[in-house]
């Protein structure tokens, strides 16, 4: 079974610019989970997509957003971009949410 | 107080020596608790999931839970130069994961 892809895996953007990143779950998983990795702060959550739903969400600013498709797939978008933004943004899924999370490789996003 | 506090590292052993890794947390409502490995530049591999207190164990892991204590740790048994990664505890009352900031493991040859 094919695991958590995220695409693209590294990116390059400048301040006040948008971006947007994708991830595709496990088959069979309805859960996605977006996390934030940098060496300072080390893993957060972001939010959580069920069924279309964002269902959980952590502290960060109204600039980071999300959504969900029927097919599961999730796309999480940064707009105007800082340089703090910069990390490793990490995609999960899991069939239900409350279970074992399966990461993807992470999209690395470098902001100048 | 961090809801979840990892031993600091980094951390090396020789090859073959048992390593110990240990997390603290504070929040009551944790109730799954997860060890993740990170190897550079790639994403968290599942370990070890459990739910309740007392031992898990697979292969050369076991996951140790005390909930009275709010203490997690994983035990690695005849460490392999394979496992020098940085490793990470993680634990959620439901889908929302908070992750300790990780330790990082070299084994040595």
């Known amino acids: 079974k094919a695991g958590v892809t995220q695409t693209p895996r590294y990116l390059i953007k400048t301040r006040g610019q948008q971006v947007t990143l994708s991830c595709s779950p496990i088959s069979g998983h309805r859960s996605v989970s977006w996390y934030q990795q940098t060496p300072g702060q080390g893993l957060q959550f972001l939010f959580e997509y069920f069924s279309e739903t964002q269902r959980n969400k952590g502290n960060f600013p109204g600039r980071f957003s999300g959504r969900q498709f029927s097919n599961s797939r999730s796309e999480m978008n940064v707009s105007t971009l800082e340089l703090g933004d910069s990390a490793l943004y990490l995609c999960a899924s899991s069939r239900s949410g409350q279970e074992t999370q399966y990461f993807g490789p992470g999209t690395r996003l470098l902001v100048l | 107080q961090k809801e979840v506090e990892q031993d600091p590292g980094p951390l090396s052993v020789p090859e073959g020596a048992i390593v110990s890794l240990n997390c603290t947390y504070s929040n009551s409502a944790f109730q799954y608790f997860m060890w993740y490995r990170q190897y550079s530049r790639k994403g968290p591999e599942l370990l070890m999931y459990t739910y309740s207190s007392g031992n898990k164990e697979d292969g050369r892991f076991t996951a140790q839970v005390d909930k009275s204590s709010k203490y997690i740790s994983l035990f690695i048994r005849d460490s392999q130069p394979s496992d020098s990664a940085t490793y990470l505890c993680?634990?959620?009352?439901?889908?929302?994961?908070?992750f300790g900031k990780g330790i990082t493991l070299s084994v040595r040859p």
């Open positions: 993680a634990m959620t009352p439901d889908s929302k994961l908070t």
